[in-house]
């Protein structure tokens, strides 16, 4: 089991960056495929990106792509999402999961351990 714990979230406006981090603590970090999802009001829990177990491999939303970076450093049990660009329609409260299986995968219920989530608002 491992339990998985968010920072970083806050108001920033349009075209500013965040950082997101996800602590791990418990079963072995490197064992798991990591994502990061986010739900704004009212909507479903979407996939955003996701990472291997090695780092070798991402990738993402198409909502996202070329302005989000996912990466991991295990020695440190955290991942972490890179967020560039931001819009307006990128607020949300972000989850980052962990999936203890083979690869990683872009379905919410594929994931089986979650975070408490942390907030992130754009504003324009």
């Known amino acids: 089991q491992v339990q998985l714990v968010e920072s970083g979230g806050g108001l920033v406006q349009a075209g500013g960056s965040l950082r997101l981090s996800c602590a791990a603590s418990?079963?072995?970090?490197?064992?798991?495929?990591m994502g990061w999802f986010r739900q704004a009001p009212g909507k479903e829990r979407e996939f955003v990106a996701a990472i291997t177990r090695s780092g070798g491999s991402t990738i993402y939303a198409d909502s996202v792509k070329g302005r989000f970076i996912i990466s991991r450093v295990n020695a440190k049990n955290t991942a972490y999402l890179q967020m560039n660009s931001l819009k307006p329609e990128d607020t949300a409260v972000y989850y980052c999961?962990?999936?203890?299986?083979?690869?990683?995968?872009?379905?919410?219920?594929?994931?089986?351990?979650w975070g408490q989530g942390t907030q992130v608002t754009v504003s324009s």
């Open positions: 999961a962990a999936r203890d299986a083979s690869y990683y995968s872009t379905l919410p219920r594929a994931y089986d351990y």
């Open positions: 418990g079963r072995t970090f490197s064992s798991y495929q």
